[in-house]
């Protein structure tokens, strides 16, 4: 074998890789100055055997191969099989000076390019020019095949992996292509829909009406047009099952511009309309109960004042407060409080007309509209309603009780318009049902006006003002804890509770509505400002770095002097402003948005911290938080306490945390009760804990004399009143 690389100065243009298979020097020679001659400039290896061969066939580089035909031992013929044996496409040239033409065609079906006889040579160039020529299109064919190949794959793993549904259909609107997700809504696989109108595949109606709609595809298909579904839309596939869908097609073009198909991509909306129905559904009913909430009851008592004819139709409001109800939670404890609700509300349910509305109006309280009915008639559903009630035995753990309940009526005349009015009438009867013995009815007359307010409010009052008078104030600390473990700083919210004259405790829940309603919490607000400064005073001086929440009320926010006041009790008692974060709940920062961010806005110059509290409980419109530059973000614990077992409520507590990250505002979760909402909360990634789980309020040091107690307000549903 010999191999020669040189190449010749004359003609020199362009490379050729030559194999030449020849036993003969001088004929090999001959051939490659005819290649030279033509402008090319060969680089090649002569063999003239076949162990030489198949070792020369491992380079795949080889453009072209020439083969004489007759050599000892050794066939042209046999060369050309031993090339195509290796799968190589490369151009095979036979060159004979003898053999016949029976050769030539067997050779030209053995897949030879050509077969020239040796006394024609002038004949080797051109053949080489085109086989040259037709490899370089067949490669150049085979790179756009090879890019077409691969844009389609990419455009059909594209399809496959995206969230939406894609169909595709021919002009006829006969479905041609299915991408995974529209295969697992319609019910239907790709190859089952092929052929198939995209009407029987994707069958479209009205969500409301469940009248057939025309497919947005077929639009496309007859207008040209790219065309958007209705938000009304509902398929409901093969199988029977339902799926809110939010589509739109286009059509698809030829070179000529004609419409040759259509693809239709299209949304499972199912989750975030059942979300959004959920929502919806929680915004206008109780959690605990499933019973239509206060907000709606008293929308619909305006909606029936509103629009009902005058002089000839009587109607009913019944306000039901279980008696003995604190009873029964201080005892077995709010689980037992709360399952109690759930069987009376079962209970009320079974027993009150269908045309009425039934809600839980908080805590213990119930109230039932009755449209339509004369007073006779009302006043036989409350005694219906009072005896089921009373017959009712609750157990719970081997215990048994007795409930009982106070009824307050009040009927609706042609004049009354104010839905207010009416359920204030409704509490106070309920009221002088309770004093008048309880487990009874009492029709509300235009007398008890004056009981039930100098009892109920004006009674508040006056205890609340010896009380401060007094000082039968104390200050309870609950932990609030960092779920990540990094945090190590200790942090406690400070909680107020009051002290009777003789030496009891009085729930938050019971005196701070009346301190709201009169004015009193800027006073009580005062006063734990600075028996609380007074404290961490001594505790600063003990190297104590915690941080402190100290609640400030809506009274406090409408208190012009009230940075002033906590400024000059820092510069007093020398606190470290660190150390101090404020609390106000959302509905009275929103209800007082000005002077809250001015009050945030004032107090963090000096480097004190703002928490935003029971973040979910009122109108939480994330808008506002941009305008309140707090650090903290409580989420209320109606959301919390459950969060292990109602999707609805982690969904709500991740949306509410991410928005406060969003805006670098760490989250606090209350009502943390179990360790399972604590995994779920640190799932989330909300930053701190705040619970029973964790530990119950304590008084402060100074505070022996007063006993810690449970909220008994919590189970009721009453307004977080910790201050």
């Known amino acids: 074998m010999k191999s020669d690389r040189s190449m010749d100065k004359h003609q020199v243009t362009e490379p050729l890789r030559v194999l030449i298979v020849e036993d003969n020097e001088d004929d090999a020679q001959l051939l490659l100055v005819r290649l030279r001659r033509a402008g090319y400039a060969p680089d090649y290896l002569r063999v003239d055997n076949a162990d030489d061969l198949r070792e020369a066939l491992r380079d795949k580089s080889w453009q072209i191969v020439i083969s004489d035909y007759a050599m000892p031992g050794f066939s042209g013929l046999d060369a050309l099989r031993m090339l195509r044996a290796e799968n190589l496409e490369t151009p095979f040239i036979l060159v004979s000076g003898t053999v016949g033409e029976e050769t030539a065609v067997e050779a030209i079906r053995s897949g030879a390019n050509d077969y020239i006889m040796k006394d024609n040579l002038a004949r080797l160039v051109p053949a080489i020019d085109r086989e040259l020529r037709d490899m370089r299109e067949r490669a150049h064919r085979r790179r756009a095949e090879d890019a077409l190949y691969q844009e389609r794959e990419r455009a059909l793993i594209t399809l496959h992996s995206i969230g939406d549904g894609v169909i595709a259909t021919d002009a006829d609107g006969r479905v041609d292509y299915m991408n995974p997700v529209a295969e697992r809504v319609t019910g239907w696989t790709s190859n089952e829909a092929q052929g198939h109108l995209l009407t029987e595949v994707l069958p479209l109606t009205h969500e409301a009406s469940r009248i057939p709609i025309e497919s947005p595809a077929a639009v496309a298909l007859r207008t040209g047009q790219v065309v958007n579904l209705s938000e009304q839309s509902l398929l409901i596939n093969r199988h029977g099952q339902e799926f809110h869908i939010e589509d739109s097609a286009a059509p698809i073009f ?28 929680e915004a206008t009913h109780d959690n605990l109960t499933g019973l239509v909430n206060r907000r709606e009851f008293t929308e619909r008592l305006n909606n029936l004042l509103s629009s009902r004819q005058t002089g000839n139709r009587e109607h009913a409001l019944l306000y039901l407060d279980l008696d003995q109800f604190k009873v029964i939670n201080d005892t077995c404890g709010h689980d037992a409080g709360d399952e109690l609700l759930r069987q009376l509300s079962r209970l009320l349910l079974q027993n009150v007309p269908t045309n009425s509305s039934l809600a839980r109006l908080g805590g213990d309280e119930f109230g039932v509209l009755l449209e ?43 004049d009354t318009r104010n839905a207010s009015l009416v359920l204030s009438a409704a509490d106070v009867a309920c009221y002088v049902a309770k004093e008048a013995g309880r487990n009874r009815i009492h029709v509300y007359e235009e007398s008890d006006i004056d009981l039930g307010q100098r009892h109920s409010e004006m009674h508040w009052v006056s205890r609340i003002k010896e009380a401060l008078e007094e000082n039968r104030f104390a200050l309870y600390r609950q932990e609030i804890v960092p779920l990540d473990s990094e945090d190590t700083t200790p942090h406690y919210e400070l909680l107020v509770r009051m002290r009777a004259s003789d030496g009891s405790i009085i729930a938050p829940g019971l005196f701070i509505p009346a301190a709201e309603r009169y004015n009193l919490m800027s006073a009580i607000d005062r006063w734990v400002i600075d028996q609380a400064f007074r404290h961490l005073q001594l505790l600063q001086q003990g190297g104590d770095e ?3 929440s100290i609640n400030l009320s809506g009274n406090s926010l409408n208190d012009e002097d009230i940075s002033d006041y906590i400024g000059k009790k820092i510069e007093e008692y020398r606190i470290r402003p660190g150390q101090l974060c404020f609390e106000v709940t959302e509905t009275a920062a929103v209800f007082n948005l000005i002077k809250a961010s001015r009050i945030i806005r004032t107090l963090k110059k000096i480097g004190c911290r703002f928490s935003l509290d029971d973040f979910g409980s009122g109108l939480s419109s994330f808008s506002y938080l941009k305008n309140l530059p707090v650090d903290f973000l409580k989420i209320d614990g109606s959301f919390v306490k459950d969060i292990n077992t109602d999707p609805m409520n982690r969904a709500i507590v991740e949306a509410i945390h991410q928005v406060g990250h969003a805006l670098s505002i760490r989250t606090i979760a209350e009502f943390v009760e179990n360790e399972a909402i604590v995994t779920q909360l640190r799932d989330i990634g909300v930053d701190y804990a705040q619970g029973y789980h964790f530990s119950q309020p304590e008084p402060l040091a100074g505070n022996s004399k007063v006993v810690p107690i449970h909220n008994a307000a919590s189970s009721r549903g009453a307004r977080k009143a910790t201050l």
Not at 255 to 275: K, S
Not at 389 to 406: A, K, L, P, Q
Request: hydrophobic fraction near 40%.
């Open 254 to 281: 030829d070179r000529d511009n004609q419409v040759i198909g259509a693809v239709l991509v299209f949304h499972d909306a199912t989750r975030e309309r059942r979300m959004a129905q959920q929502m919806s559904w």
């Open 546 to 548: 915690s941080v402190y």
């Open 372 to 414: 339509n009915v004369s007073i006779e008639r009302a006043r036989e559903i409350a005694d219906h309603l009072l005896s089921s009630i009373s017959n009712f035995t609750y157990e719970w753990e081997g215990s048994r009780f007795d409930v009982g309940v106070s009824i307050g009526m009040v009927p609706i005349q042609a």
